[in-house]
């Protein structure tokens, strides 16, 4: 796999040269004079604490990955990003998260932000308080945030990750899935009177949303909800208000976001008003604060100590020099139980592209496979392969360093099976070292009792989940992303990957409903699926 920059070429021949080497035996103290590895590769920016060193890397490794970064463009490309120009070529937009974070007044639609926030707190005032009630007067006591994609995860991650600051008062629910049981969970056992249902749609034709924010309205209708009352009961989000006046919302409860704010960038805009209501627009700015300090970092700090390249850079080494197919996010807390799925459509309907911007096709890796799970649960499951596998997988480790609940003394064991694992897979253990843990009697356990080691990993510090920590860790991602699309070439803010399954799936949808003589010719094998769902549905 090639890209023509010099330092691609050089970091192929560093990679020939270093390849072989053990983090063990660059850590062995003899070898890891101060200042040690750990301290020239841990970085800070925006509060957050990023230790790099038990990567494979070496200074020289940092020094190309940073030298390919400039060669890419990265700083033009978020400059670009930063000041509105049109990053996102094949939709002709702009991708102006950042400008929903920022305090600057000549930053981007400046006013336009403010005027939708103020609208958004004024409300989200008014259901928190109680004054906002339903149509029997009850106050509302459940808020059911209807969307998907980039309208539900980015707003259900950060309600789970910030419920120790959310208003007892109120619920927060997310339902996303055109499965009717997402739905019928959520409002089986939940009063119509004392529940707002907010559809986030940025193009408010999302068959599942519009599936969805139409049965939620029968289920007010069939309790007893009169049509004139539903307004009480439904607000919208979308970049599309026309649509949502034609759904029947009233026009002074839909708020709106912005071409320019891309679906999975989106939850610093109106789509985070399920936010809002959980945990009050002062902490709301809070969380946009964080966000911008990391935005001014990721301008400001040179490369060399920039946190979201420096992250980006790791990445694509991992992925384009040893050929790593995917990387593992683990944050040792359970508040961040729903930040791998967020980062899953972050990183990969960003950058799982093949065509370049200049319309050629890439002959090297994109995108690797995003995945996780909280540890420690993680370590009960699927660790066996990370430390023992054929394929190597680098982690992301997240450790909050307070507790942001009572029981404080749970905490140090979390930690110390955070830490540990990044120093086990590290370490790994010698055949040397199983054989004297095998003793003389059970030689033929040796092998399965050996690590591999040398497993990378960057373990991100977070002093306590905050609003304002929790909004740099997820801009830190953001920023990452653009870093590697820029290196690779693609177009981050598009997601025309999304839409071949949804033309085929109107037309599957048609024939499942369809007079057998109207069922459209298929493959046999899509014909056969068809053929038996009819049946099961009775058609
Ligand atoms: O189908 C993918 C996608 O377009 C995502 O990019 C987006 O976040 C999601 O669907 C939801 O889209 P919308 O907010 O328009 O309903």
Redesign the pocket.
């Given at each position: 796999m090639t890209n023509p920059l010099p330092a691609w070429s050089a970091l192929q021949t560093h990679y020939e040269q270093i390849r072989d080497e053990k983090l063990r035996d660059w850590f062995a103290p003899a070898n890891d004079p101060a200042p040690t590895r750990a301290e020239r590769f841990t970085f800070a920016g925006a509060g957050l604490g990023a230790d790099f060193s038990k990567n494979r890397i070496t200074d020289a490794t940092l020094k190309l990955l940073v030298q390919l970064a400039r060669e890419a463009g990265v700083e033009a490309r978020r400059d670009a990003m930063f000041k509105g120009e049109v990053v996102n070529p094949t939709e002709g937009r702009a991708a102006l998260h950042t400008a929903l974070r920022a305090t600057e007044a000549d930053a981007p639609f400046h006013a336009q932000i403010a005027a939708e926030r103020a609208k958004m707190a004024k409300f989200a005032d008014a259901v928190r308080s109680g004054a906002w009630t339903g149509y029997t007067g009850k106050r509302i006591r459940h808020v059911v945030n209807i969307?998907?994609?980039?309208?539900?995860?980015g707003p259900k991650m950060v309600v789970h990750a910030l419920q120790h600051l959310e208003l007892p008062e109120i619920t927060s629910h997310f339902v996303s899935n055109v499965d009717g049981a997402d739905l019928w969970r959520t409002i089986e056992n939940i009063d119509p009177e004392e529940t707002l249902a907010i559809i986030?749609?940025?193009?408010?034709?999302?068959l599942?949303?519009m599936t969805n924010a139409l049965s939620m309205r029968d289920w007010f209708v069939k309790h007893g909800c009169p049509q004139g009352e539903l307004a009480k009961h439904f607000v919208g989000v979308?970049a599309n208000p026309a649509e949502v006046v034609k759904f029947g919302i009233a026009k002074e409860n839909v708020f709106e976001m912005w071409d320019w704010v891309?679906?999975?960038y989106?939850l610093w805009s109106a789509?985070g008003l399920s936010i809002m209501i959980a945990i009050g627009p002062q902490q709301f700015d809070e969380l946009l604060a964080g966000a911008h300090d990391m935005d001014k970092h990721f301008r400001e700090a040179p490369l060399e100590k920039n946190l979201p390249v420096l992250l980006g850079m790791i990445g694509i080494w991992y992925r384009n020099f040893f050929g790593s197919q995917s990387y593992l996010v683990a944050p040792y807390s359970e508040a961040l139980h729903f930040l791998p799925s967020y980062l899953q459509?972050l990183e990969m309907?960003s950058n799982g592209k093949s065509a370049r911007l200049d319309g050629k096709f890439v002959d090297y890796a994109t995108s690797a496979i995003t995945w996780g799970e909280p540890g420690t649960n993680g370590q009960h499951a699927f660790f066996q392969m990370l430390h023992q596998g054929t394929t190597i997988v680098p982690i992301d480790f997240i450790a909050v360093l307070t507790p942001e609940h009572p029981l404080a003394d749970h905490h140090p064991k979390l930690l110390a099976n955070c830490f540990a694992q990044s120093e086990a897979m590290m370490l790994g253990r010698t055949e040397e070292e199983a054989k004297k843990i095998a003793g003389p009697d059970k030689p033929e356990l040796v092998p399965h009792i050996m690590f591999p080691g040398n497993r990378p990993t960057t373990t991100l510090l977070v002093d306590a989940l905050t609003a304002r920590s929790l909004g740099a860790l997820i801009a830190l991602y953001e920023h990452k992303v653009l870093v590697q699309a820029s290196v690779w070439d693609i177009n981050p803010f598009d997601?025309w990957g999304?839409?071949l399954g949804?033309i085929l799936g109107k037309v599957v949808e048609a024939d499942l409903n369809a007079a057998s003589a109207d069922v459209k010719p298929h493959d046999s094998s899509t014909a056969a699926l068809i053929a038996r769902a009819r049946a099961a549905l009775k058609r």
């Open positions: 969307g998907i994609g980039g309208s539900d995860l986030v749609s940025k193009t408010f034709t999302t599942e949303t979308s891309g679906g999975r989106s789509v459509q309907e997601q999304v839409e949804k």
